[in-house]
C-alpha cells in the first residue's frame, strides 16, 4: 500500500470529472487500498480518486471510531434523495476549513463494491452527507463552491496564507 498525495483547493484537477470504472480488477483495487490508508493517515472520513488525481469513479468512506467499516464506491450514483439537513463539512482538499452545507437528509445509492458486483445502500445521517460530498469531488465540485462568493474568496486567501507559512 502507499500513501498518495492529497490535491489542495483550488487546485484545478479537483474539476476534473471522473470517468467510468470500466472494469474492477487488481488495479482498482490496488487503488482502493492506497486511498484507504491515505484516508485514515489524513485523517478523513472519505476520499474521493478525484483529490488523489485518478480521475476514476471511486469513493472510499469509513465513518466509524475505529476504522472498521470501510466502504468502497465504484461508479456510485444517487438514484434517491429525501429531506434536508444543514451540516458541517471539511475536506481533506480544504485542510482546516469547515463550514455548514445544506444536503440531502437521506440518499439511495446504487454502485459497484470492490468484485465489481452490483449494490444499494440507503443512508442517512453523516454517512448520507459524506456519500454526497464524496460523489460531488468526482463530479468536480469541492464542497466550498456551496458558499457565496465572499466565502470562496475568503478560504482561498486563507489557504494559500497558510502555503506561504508552511513553504
Given at each position: 500500500?502507499?500513501?498518495?498525495?492529497?490535491?489542495?483547493?483550488?487546485?484545478?484537477?479537483?474539476?476534473?470529472?471522473?470517468?467510468?470504472?470500466?472494469?474492477?480488477?487488481?488495479?482498482?483495487?490496488?487503488?482502493?487500498?492506497?486511498?484507504?490508508?491515505?484516508?485514515?493517515?489524513?485523517?478523513?472520513?472519505?476520499?474521493?480518486?478525484?483529490?488523489?488525481?485518478?480521475?476514476?469513479?471511486?469513493?472510499?468512506?469509513?465513518?466509524?471510531?475505529?476504522?472498521?467499516?470501510?466502504?468502497a464506491l465504484i461508479n456510485a450514483e444517487i438514484?434517491?434523495?429525501?429531506?434536508?439537513?444543514?451540516?458541517?463539512?471539511?475536506?481533506?482538499?480544504?485542510?482546516?476549513?469547515?463550514?455548514?452545507?445544506?444536503?440531502?437528509?437521506?440518499?439511495?445509492?446504487?454502485?459497484?463494491?470492490?468484485?465489481?458486483?452490483?449494490?444499494?445502500?440507503?443512508?442517512?445521517?453523516?454517512?448520507?452527507?459524506?456519500?454526497?460530498?464524496?460523489?460531488?469531488?468526482?463530479?468536480?465540485?469541492?464542497?466550498?463552491?456551496?458558499?457565496?462568493?465572499?466565502?470562496?474568496?475568503?478560504?482561498?486567501?486563507?489557504?494559500?496564507?497558510?502555503?506561504?507559512?508552511?513553504?
Open positions: 500500500m502507499a500513501l498518495l498525495p492529497i490535491l489542495r483547493y483550488p487546485d484545478p484537477r479537483l474539476h476534473t470529472r471522473a470517468a467510468p470504472v470500466a472494469a474492477v480488477d487488481d488495479e482498482i483495487r490496488q487503488l482502493i487500498k492506497d486511498m484507504a490508508e491515505t484516508m485514515y493517515e489524513a485523517p478523513g472520513i472519505g476520499l474521493a480518486a478525484t483529490q488523489v488525481n485518478v480521475h476514476k469513479r471511486v469513493v472510499v468512506i469509513d465513518i466509524t471510531e475505529d476504522k472498521s467499516g470501510l466502504l438514484v434517491e434523495r429525501s429531506g434536508e439537513q444543514i451540516c458541517e463539512e471539511g475536506c481533506l482538499s480544504v485542510p482546516g476549513i469547515y463550514e455548514s452545507v445544506k444536503r440531502a437528509e437521506r440518499v439511495k445509492v446504487r454502485a459497484l463494491d470492490e468484485q465489481g458486483e452490483p449494490f444499494e445502500l440507503e443512508a442517512e445521517g453523516l454517512l448520507a452527507v459524506c456519500i454526497q460530498h464524496e460523489l460531488d469531488h468526482l463530479d468536480g465540485k469541492v464542497f466550498v463552491e456551496y458558499l457565496s462568493a465572499l466565502k470562496q474568496t475568503r478560504i482561498k486567501s486563507k489557504l494559500a496564507k497558510k502555503a506561504r507559512i508552511t513553504a
